[in-house]
């Protein structure tokens, strides 16, 4: 297992344009066919130069065939010096994971690390873990959908939550490493990410300035401010 020690510093991620209205009841959600509640989130982060990765990638990408099981894989950035650069990585999604290591407490970040909704980590879990530990049957409405081809994000979550847009690719992806820990391997990926937009939430509904794409999918998490215990989730394949 793969362990960093806690780096102190600031980290700036890009600000995105937002038009807010009037907050909403969970009657007034504009449904949308292709939105959809998972029962639970599962984030990986990773890296295509550990060596102790490609068992929990798979794990994760097992999870990943069933719908109601939302996965994310993140590639981060500090493994890049040992001989192979992550295809995928990209800091913003090292400074999540130290994120979520203040949160939970963690005295270090490490690789392969799953975060489960948001409120506990390891590095291996059972899938009987997975499945003993969801979302709240009572979790708030959460839709996505789109307005001028641009994502629009409604929920009756409370104002005081982080609201956090994923977008990630779809399904599995393929990676022939060539160098590295890894050297010689084909690595297969599940969800992976391409970026993370945080949103300044007031509740009811935002529309973002992220245009949907085809190829693409978008998860909207809803976490808690302190905590960062995802309180609901809802997904979009456009």
Not at 89 to 107: C, N
């Amino acid at each position: 297992m793969k362990k960093l020690t806690l780096i102190s510093f600031a980290l700036v991620i890009g600000a995105m344009s937002l038009n807010y209205a009037a907050p909403a009841n969970s009657e007034d959600f504009e449904k949308s066919s292709e939105s959809h509640q998972p029962s639970s989130v599962i984030e990986l982060f990773t890296s295509q130069g550990c060596s102790s990765c490609p068992p929990a990638n798979k794990f994760a990408a097992k999870l990943a065939e069933d719908e109601d099981k939302l996965v994310l894989t993140y590639g981060v950035t500090y493994w890049d010096y040992l001989g192979w650069k992550d295809t995928f990585g990209d800091p913003e999604f090292t400074a999540r994971q130290r994120d979520y290591g203040k949160a939970l407490g963690a005295s270090n970040i490490y690789t392969p690390q799953l975060v489960l909704n948001g409120s506990a980590h390891s590095p291996r879990y059972t899938r009987k873990d997975v499945e003993t530990m969801l979302l709240s049957e009572s979790k708030p409405e959460a839709n996505i959908s789109v307005s001028e081809g641009r994502l629009v994000v409604r929920s009756d979550v409370n104002a005081e939550a982080k609201l956090v847009i994923v977008t990630y690719m779809p399904g599995l992806q393929s990676v022939e490493v060539k160098r590295g820990e890894n050297g010689g391997r084909n690595l297969k990926l599940a969800n992976v990410v391409t970026d993370v937009t945080s949103a300044e939430w007031n509740g009811g509904v935002v529309k973002t300035s992220i245009k949907a794409q085809a190829g693409q999918a978008y998860a909207a998490l809803f976490q808690d401010s302190k905590t960062a215990k995802i309180k609901t989730v809802a997904t979009y394949a456009p």
